[in-house]
């Protein structure tokens, strides 16, 4: 990471990414408020600010306009401050982010979430095997510096505490160095 970040930011910010279910919304909300630091979920933006295509029938998602999302995002990346929580990380400028969180999650654990929150079939299917195959953490690696991208375990409250108040920590160092 980079000291006043590369755009001269004063606060540092942070993607959390991951498979949907592994945690990103509760861990960047809980980091958000320790650390007082904005919480921007891409797919409420993407909804409430109209950022997209249309719906998609077969992924049963909306179609993200990425240059619309780029755009309505970039004054508040340059003065930094962000916590930013999106199931996807490739489309994002890389000088936006000091550090990359993936989330990750034991797949019977993340199949009990994603059915619980009603995903069924392929779209339940297509998504287990996205964190089988760790889609996430190699898209964050090839899109982002190796040394920026850290992988942590989501599979209980107690990851999930562990990850706030190493984050939390993190953004306080980030802060004073
Ligand atoms: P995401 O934003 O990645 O889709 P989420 O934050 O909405 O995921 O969490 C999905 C569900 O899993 C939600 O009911 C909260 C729960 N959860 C999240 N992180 C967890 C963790 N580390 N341990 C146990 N449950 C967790």
Redesign the pocket.
Known sequence: AQKNGIDGRKKPNLLIT??????????ASALAEAAQLRHINIGDLVKEKNLHNGWDEQFECYIINEDLVCDELEDMMEEGGNIV?H?GCDFFPERWFDRVVV?Q?ENS?LYD?LA??GYTGSKLSNNIECEIFQVLLEEAKESYQEEIVVALR????D??NN?VSTLSDWLRSWNMS
């Open positions: 991951g498979t949907p279910g592994t945690g990103k919304t509760t861990t929580d199931h989330l999650t654990l979430r619980t929150r989501s599979d209980s409250i990851d999930l990850n």
